[in-house]
């Protein structure tokens, strides 16, 4: 899936190492070493954005390489989920990505470390 | 050890190209491209994911040789070598029957070509193939080797599947054979060279790993992290009261079946998720996957096509809707890389996996039975044995398989019938071995 050049901007200019790849249709993007939100431990872990419906059924999804521990407990629902020959965790939270940029997809899904 | 896997349509490519007259020229040569993995132990996969035929005009005329390139012919293959840093091997073909060799022309000649080529990408591996009309035979130059090592398994990945099993000194106790002797004069050797894995060792992968034992598999990968529970023992084949009191990992008992009708399998038991041991996957020729979700499917479909290996899925559901009878029913499918996927065939959808991820429907452990199971099973490996055998000659396209227990009938899925694409967009070649991924 092609995403809008000004939305790929929007994210390399936040993120200036972040990645993309492919897998079975779906494309994501990895983001290493992302700072979680203050009060998260650990401060820094590799995250994967999938912006459209994941193969788990979720419409949008954040991975993150480890689970990570915040302020309000989370359901870490998806534990060790392999995607791009990793290893990833994510917890149970619904973002629907329609009319919505990239970078804000992965905001509102930090949302649920910062509550 | 090495393997070579080819997929079924570049193969295909490869031969009509390579089959074709040429001018002046006594045989025509080419090079494909490749991508590699590492396996467990040192092991290596190597994956087939491109070729490229040599035009007319970069044949040199030399009465001498079968065939002669010139260098621009080689600067090509090093231009892509360098550029994707793929590995590159040198394909031609004996046009005969049963096992190639290299000739000594070849062995003199190609070896400087192959390492020119490995200057340009010394972190790819590259060799030499030669196909005969049904066999194959190759050797690879290795990152931080000097020279060629053989290759022991190739396998053409597709209907029909090829596995050309290198170690032809295997020991076959033909009387073990003798019954299905009308699989084909090599099926006992491809039975026995064959790597295969099942995930989940419950209700259905305990059935499977119990009938390939019987066919003569002798390698198997097992990977489950469950122990066995009284719930367990009514489809368990091979759990019995005491597993279930002392806990017996699911993995031992399958082990205990498989070896009590074949003492001299090789079997690596993983008592983990597939997923936190997944470099143990990639050495099978082959996959069974009896697992329960959706999602796992996904996740072994993933994994499977990404490594080139078969994927043969079975599973079982019981509905009950109002006051009608409970209905069960299941599915085989065959996911072959290159071939329609699970998604393609309508079997996997984002309505069922979101479905399962919200819980929808009845909560709880989901009902299996052991006859049900019984038949999904056997007929996975029913499919496996073709596939691998050929026997029926007629396996040459999706396997998606109906079964109906309250009527007794398992049948090809009506969807079959109506598919929209007759190529799958979800996993481009590509995409094959250790992932890519791209810089913004």
Redesign the interface.
């Known amino acids: 899936m092609q995403f809008p050049s000004e939305q790929i901007e929007e994210l390399k200019a936040a993120f200036p190492t972040v990645f993309s790849a492919e897998e079975g249709g779906t494309v994501y993007f990895l983001i290493p070493e992302f700072q979680l939100p203050p009060g998260s431990s650990p401060i820094a872990v590799d995250v994967l954005l999938c912006p459209t419906a994941d193969r788990h059924g979720y419409p949008s999804r954040l991975f993150f390489a480890q689970q990570v521990q915040s302020p309000k407990p989370l359901n870490w629902n998806t534990n060790g989920v392999r995607i791009l020959e990793r290893n990833w965790y994510a917890y149970s939270w619904k973002v629907t990505q329609q009319g919505l940029r990239l970078i804000q997809i992965l905001a509102l899904h930090l949302k649920a470390l910062q509550t | 050890m090495i393997a070579l896997r080819i997929p079924r349509q570049i193969e295909r490519e490869m031969r009509e190209s390579l089959m074709r007259p040429h001018p002046f020229a006594a045989e025509r040569v080419g090079f494909v491209f490749t991508k590699w993995s590492r396996s467990k132990d040192g092991g290596k996969i190597i994956l087939v994911c491109g070729y490229e035929s040599i035009p007319d005009d970069d044949y040199i005329n030399d009465p001498n040789v079968g065939a002669r390139i010139n260098s621009a012919a080689i600067r090509r293959a090093m231009q892509r070598a360098l550029t994707t840093r793929e590995g590159a091997f040198h394909v031609h073909v004996h046009d005969h029957g049963g096992a190639p060799g290299p000739s000594y022309t070849d062995r003199q000649e190609l070896r400087p070509v192959m390492q020119s080529i490995r200057n340009a990408s010394p972190n790819a591996v590259h060799g030499l193939l030669i196909l005969s009309r049904d066999a194959a035979w190759a050797e690879a130059l290795v990152p931080g080797c000097q020279s060629l090592q053989g290759i022991e398994n190739i396998s053409v990945v597709g209907f029909p599947m090829v596995v050309l099993i290198g170690d032809s000194a295997l020991p076959i106790e033909t009387d073990r054979f003798s019954r299905q002797s009308f699989l084909g004069a090599s099926a006992a050797q491809i039975i026995i060279g064959c790597h295969v894995g099942i995930i989940g060792l419950g209700g259905g992968g305990s059935h499977i790993a119990q009938q390939l034992a019987h066919v003569g598999f002798s390698r198997f990968s097992i990977f489950d992290n469950d122990t066995v529970e009284s719930s367990n023992l009514n489809r368990l084949v091979g759990g019995t009261h005491s597993d279930a009191k002392k806990r017996t990992p699911k993995v031992s008992v399958a082990a205990r079946l498989i070896k009590g009708v074949n003492p001299g399998a090789h079997i690596e038991k993983v008592k983990s998720?597939w997923?936190?041991a997944?470099e143990r996957l990639r050495d099978c020729d082959i996959v069974f996957g009896c697992v329960d979700s959706y999602?796992e499917r996904?996740?072994i479909?993933?994994?499977t096509?990404?490594y080139l290996m078969p994927y043969l899925d079975i599973g079982l559901d019981v509905h009950q809707a109002g006051i009608e009878p409970p209905r069960m029913a299941g599915q085989v499918i065959l996911s072959m890389p290159g071939e329609l996927?699970m998604?393609c065939l309508g079997f996997l959808t984002?309505t069922?996996?979101?479905?399962?991820?919200?819980r929808y429907g009845a909560a709880g452990p989901r009902p299996q039975v052991v006859w049900a199971n019984a038949v999904l099973a056997s007929s996975a490996v029913g499919i496996a044995i073709d596939l691998l055998t050929d026997w029926t000659h007629s396996l040459r396209g999706p396997v998606y398989l109906s079964y109906d227990s309250n009527t007794g009938t398992i049948q090809p899925h009506k969807r079959l019938q109506f598919l929209e694409n007759q190529r799958c967009?979800?996993?481009p070649l590509s995409?094959l071995g250790?992932?890519?991924?791209?810089?913004?």
């Not at chain 2, 069922?352 to 919200?358: D, T």
């Not at chain 2, 250790?434 to 913004?440: A, G, K, M, Q």
């Open positions: 998720r997923q936190d997944a999602a996904r996740d479909e993933i994994a096509r990404r996927c998604s984002e069922k996996l979101s479905r399962e991820a919200e967009p979800h996993f995409q250790d992932p890519t991924l791209s810089r913004l």
